[in-house]
């Protein structure tokens, strides 16, 4: 192929862009700052466990454990509990606190996570870790919940053969030999009888009178009976080795029956015991459904009057469980649901509202954890953050994770020289918890605002074209934005982008911060 001709105007123009190009890479890498260490001042992330000391149990909480731990200690009761309230509100924390307070008494309470087995055959499964939490020793000097014959069917999980010896009749055998025995005598006797006929003789009758006869006789019955005797004994009554094979749990029946083996064996010390099922609101409505049919039909069958209690509690969100139920069925009614809660739960407990003073303070004390200076020192993380997360302690945990983990980052790019102010970190904490908190809420709305590089909050032009599409979460954005409006966020593109561009440090060095 031949190759294109070049006038000398392309060539100069050839040579001065690769000039161009080295020159501008020479600067790029003069000007580029060298990646520095991050300084490792101390953090700490919050971990998202129930807390299991009471000293740091709040908003009511120990209260509504006291409560219960009435309830379940009564006599007579035999309940499925409710314990009602929204997702991190603090219905796991409640439960662990109770188990605690019940193993003072000696009261097993069983804790399955309806979640965490979500798919797996739910009888099983729930058989399989009661049998573990009450077999473990996690209490102490009070454990001991079962007694020590007890043991879990290996079925559960396994098919089982069992070997036993079993004596086998073998009656054909018998007749056989029978027949045999007489085949042989009977010639003998006829072989005498003819003897004698030839003789002229009663030779039967004269050797059976004969004193040799007669010990004959004796001989012959003598070993014919113990002859038989033993080849009755080591052929037709032989003990032999059967196998009889069992095949897994699979029959409702059989898991009942297993339910039911466990509550026998509880030891003496357990006057009753307590089972929840944990996260019911956070597996599909279908599940819930099975859950709840399993606890009436399968697991409240299997006791009796003279058994121990049984009692059942049940940590939920009230309204996502009546969502369950009308997913799974399209033609249930309002009215419907209410009755078919009211049938299932004999009584239940409501976690209160929280105050915000609360949950400011709870906030605060959160922050205070991560190990921050700068955490604890500013006064508006606590108050903004109850302003998007105002009835959820477990939110606001999850919100401190994410702060600590984007300030980490911010500090990291400030150090590195991506910002103009070194400090940027340091100063715009309330601005990047303001936009992290936006950005968690609302993230489909604050995606819409990064796409078309609008960096303004409050600008009109853009927020009438988000109105005008009705963005169903869009009057909820925007009331939190007037809500935190006292943390300006002058431009949202240094948090987007977790640096400034060559412009933007210039007008950073002659106005001010961003």
């Given amino acids: 192929m031949m190759s294109e001709i070049k006038t000398p105007k392309q060539h100069l123009k050839d040579i001065f862009n690769s000039v161009s190009a080295l020159l501008s890479s020479i600067f790029a890498k003069k000007n580029e700052p060298a990646a520095k260490a991050i ?16 000293a740091d149990v709040k908003f009511g909480h120990r209260e509504i454990t006291e409560i219960l731990k009435l309830m379940v200690c009564e006599p007579n009761s035999s309940l499925t509990i409710g314990l009602f309230g929204t997702w991190g509100s603090g219905k796991s924390t409640i439960v662990a606190n109770l188990r605690n307070e019940l193993q003072k008494a000696t009261i097993p309470l069983i804790i399955f996570d309806v979640w965490k087995h979500d798919g797996d055959s739910l009888r099983r499964t729930f058989l399989a870790e009661m049998d573990r939490q009450l077999s473990d020793e996690p209490f102490g000097e009070a454990a001991g919940y079962v007694t020590k014959e007890y043991e879990l069917t290996k079925r559960l999980y396994q098919s089982e053969t069992k070997s036993s010896e079993k004596p086998v009749f073998k009656f054909a055998k018998l007749l056989l030999q029978a027949f045999a025995m007489t085949l042989f005598f009977v010639p003998s006797i006829f072989i005498l009888w ?9 030779l039967l009758k004269e050797v059976a009178e004969s004193t040799f006869g007669k010990s004959l006789g004796a ?6 009976t113990g002859g038989f005797l033993y080849r009755f004994f080591d052929t037709f009554i032989k003990s032999e080795k059967v196998e009889e094979k069992k095949e897994k749990l699979q029959d409702p029946h059989e898991f009942e029956e297993e339910f039911k083996n466990i509550l026998k064996n509880l030891s003496d010390r357990v006057t009753r015991i307590v089972i929840s099922f944990d996260n019911m609101d956070r597996i599909s409505g279908e599940q819930a459904l099975k859950v709840m049919a399993t606890i009436k039909t399968f697991l409240e069958t299997g006791f009796s009057k003279e058994a121990k209690p049984v009692l059942f509690l049940i940590p939920c969100d009230a309204d996502a469980l009546r969502e369950h139920i009308l997913s799974t069925s399209k033609t249930a009614s309002r009215d419907y649901i209410e009755e078919y809660l009211r049938k299932f739960f004999h009584t239940g407990i409501w976690i ?14 959160k922050l205070q954890a991560t190990k921050i200076d700068e955490f604890t020192a500013n006064p508006y993380l606590a108050w903004l953050i109850i302003k998007a997360f105002n009835r959820n302690p477990r939110q606001i945990i999850q919100f401190i994770n994410i702060l600590v983990a984007n300030y980490l980052l911010m500090k990291g790019f400030c150090e590195n020289g991506h910002f103009h102010d070194v400090e940027f970190y340091k100063r715009n904490l309330p601005q990047l918890a303001r936009y992290l908190l936006l950005k968690q809420r609302f993230p489909h709305i604050m995606e819409l605002y990064r796409e078309n590089f609008v960096y303004d909050l409050d600008d009109r032009n853009f927020n009438t074209r988000l109105e005008e599409t009705k963005i169903e979460s869009y009057k909820d954005f925007r009331l939190l934005v007037i809500k935190t409006q006292d943390i300006q966020i002058i431009s949202l593109e240094p948090f987007f982008k977790f640096r400034h561009s060559a412009d933007e440090q210039l007008l950073t060095a002659e106005h001010g911060i961003l």
């Fill in 39 to 54: 300084n490792t001042s101390p953090f700490h992330f919050l971990p998202e466990r129930p807390e299991t000391e009471y």
């Fill in 194 to 202: 003819l003897i004698g006929r030839f003789l002229n003789v009663d």
């Fill in 219 to 224: 001989l012959f019955l003598t070993m014919l």
């Fill in 352 to 365: 209160p509202d929280f105050y915000d003073e609360e949950l400011e303070n709870f906030a605060l004390a």
